[in-house]
């Protein structure tokens, strides 16, 4: 890695974009995966929870 890097040539928010929707995965442990699989099943979703 280098000691110091130059960004005086960068360009603020070129790559933000306001629309965008971010999915971040969410890892559950095997009790926790279970308990949200019996409510899913259910309510005959597929468990995938929307926030």
Known sequence: ???EYDFSKGERGQFFNSDANIHI???LDNDNFGFIEKI???KK???QVRI
């Open 25 to 27: 995965p969410i890892y």
């Open 1 to 3: 890695m280098k000691e």
């Open 45 to 47: 979703s597929e468990g």
């Open 40 to 42: 899913a099943k259910r």
